[in-house]
């Protein structure tokens, strides 16, 4: 069973540019959830997917970070007009929910640099 | 508030030795889980322990065991006979139900040769 996958793994770009992350979970995992990582800190919730539906969207995600998964299986995580602030790892983790709670399960994250 | 503090920021000890990583946890909700994560230097968040509130037995797995108190509102992490390999940065994370985990801000641990 292969684990969470994401890519790329780094990506550096400069300011005002839009980038696009690739997330592909655990198969048959039917939640996926982005989180934000900032140097020394732990990980931020950003949203998550139930299947298909994204069901909730941080404070953290402004309207210029869009979240998909259309078929239910990878997601992708855009940031339009890039901001140094945005500079973090970005993770992507995936769980199979069971009614009460599940573990979640990540990936080795995309570590983005604004220039 | 639901919240999780790791007040150690950073731990050194040398190889062999024991270490506990302390975390303390807030909640309002009486069921919730908390979790321990482990973050080599690769990046990648490894999923240790999953403990629910009911369940307060601690739990040993090799030299890994996990003291949950819930008067202390406490849920630390002890590694016997601490490896190299076990230098890592060590998250606590809490879920209550929202469908996220409440992470600390992580303890780093550095296991000397």
């Known amino acids: 069973d292969t684990g969470v996958s994401q890519d790329p793994r780094h990506k550096i770009t400069k300011r005002g540019q839009n980038v696009t992350f690739r997330c592909d979970p655990i198969?048959?995992?039917?939640?996926l959830y982005w989180y934000r990582q900032t140097l020394g800190q732990g990980p931020e919730f950003l949203t998550y997917?139930?299947?298909?539906?994204?069901?909730?969207k941080s404070r953290l995600l402004s309207d210029r970070f869009s979240a998909e998964r259309p078929k239910g299986s990878f997601s992708t995580l855009e940031i339009q007009r890039t901001e140094q602030g945005d500079s973090a790892m970005y993770l992507c983790?995936?769980?199979?929910?069971?009614?009460?709670?599940?573990?979640?399960?990540f990936g080795p994250g995309t570590r983005l640099t604004v220039l | 508030a639901q919240k999780v503090t790791q007040a150690q920021t950073e731990i050194s000890v040398v190889e062999k030795e024991d270490v506990t990583l302390d975390c303390v946890y807030e909640?309002?909700?009486?069921?919730?889980?908390l979790f321990w994560y482990k973050q080599p230097p690769s990046g990648e968040l490894v999923f240790l322990i999953r403990?629910?509130?009911?369940?307060?037995q601690n739990e040993i797995s090799g030299r890994y065991s996990w003291n949950f108190q819930k008067s202390t509102s406490s849920f630390n992490f002890t590694i016997t006979a601490s490896q190299v390999v076990d230098s890592a940065v060590y998250f606590c994370?809490?879920?209550?139900?929202?469908?996220?985990?409440?992470f600390g801000t992580g303890t780093r641990l550095t296991i000397i040769p």
């Open positions: 983790a995936s769980s199979l929910s069971s009614g009460s709670t599940d573990t979640q399960y």
């Open positions: 198969s048959e995992h039917n939640r």
């Open positions: 997917f139930q299947n298909e539906a994204q069901l909730e």
């Open positions: 909640t309002r909700d009486t069921t919730y889980y």
């Open positions: 403990r629910n509130s009911f369940d307060e």
């Open positions: 994370a809490l879920y209550f139900g929202n469908e996220k985990l409440t």
